[in-house]
């Protein structure tokens, strides 16, 4: 199993992002996936979810209407598009597998102006 995050970055306030994680090893059509982020000095918690068959996703209170996960089933890939982006939402975002409870390697999110 293989996960690899890109497109993180520094962005503004109210400015935005799109995520990426490319997945490897596995039948990607088959599991759910989720992304999660850890902020300094704070636990890891779940950003969102999506099911194998794209067709549920789930986020948490305070990213709702702000964040979108979706999945490429071509490309082996799920996103996460970050709008209205907040200096809270500064983290390490981490793309992970439950099925297989495996983690990418994390990209850094900065928001800051």
């Known amino acids: 199993v293989q996960l690899v995050e890109s497109g993180g970055g520094l962005v503004q306030p109210g400015g935005s992002l799109r995520l990426s994680c490319a997945a490897s090893g596995f039948t990607f059509s088959s599991y759910g996936m989720s992304w999660y982020r850890q902020a300094p000095g704070k636990e890891r918690e779940l950003v969102a979810h999506?099911?194998?068959?794209?067709?549920?996703?789930t986020y948490a209170d305070s990213v709702k209407g702000r964040f979108t996960m979706s999945r490429d089933y071509a490309k082996n890939t799920v996103y996460l598009q970050m709008n209205s982006l907040k200096p809270e939402d500064t983290a390490v975002y981490y793309c992970?597998?439950?099925?297989?409870?495996?983690w990418g390697q994390g990209t850094q999110v900065t928001v800051s102006s």
């Open positions: 992970y597998t439950p099925r297989f409870n495996f």
């Open positions: 999506i099911t194998s068959a794209g067709g549920s996703t």
